[in-house]
């Protein structure tokens, strides 16, 4: 199960389709693949400020995967 506004033809930051990842991890036996964005931590901001994170927050270089088995 992909985030509600991602479409499975998006690619991730190698350029793979997020729907290959998918299939691969249910041939596998991985069910219920969940992607799970990086967030900054309430005190990552209160250090750094808001501003050093913009980037980060506008471009996530990764994304979690979580999966059952």
Same mark, same amino acid.
């Given at each position: 199960?992909i985030?509600? $506004?991602?479409?499975?033809?998006?690619?991730?930051?190698?350029?793979?389709?997020?729907?290959?990842?998918?299939?691969?991890?249910?041939? $596998?036996?991985?069910?219920?693949? &969940?992607?799970?964005?990086?967030?900054?931590?309430?005190?990552?901001?209160? &250090?750094?400020?808001?501003?050093?994170?913009?980037?980060? &927050?506008?471009?996530?270089?990764?994304?979690?995967?979580?999966?059952?088995?």
């Amino acid at each position: 199960m992909i985030a509600a $506004a991602r479409k499975l033809e998006e690619r991730d930051p190698l350029g793979v389709r997020y729907e290959v990842h998918e299939q691969c991890l249910r041939a $596998a036996w991985f069910g219920e693949p &969940t992607w799970v964005p990086l967030k900054v931590s309430d005190a990552g901001v209160r &250090t750094f400020g808001a501003d050093f994170w913009a980037d980060f &927050t506008a471009n996530p270089p990764l994304e979690m995967l979580r999966c059952r088995v």
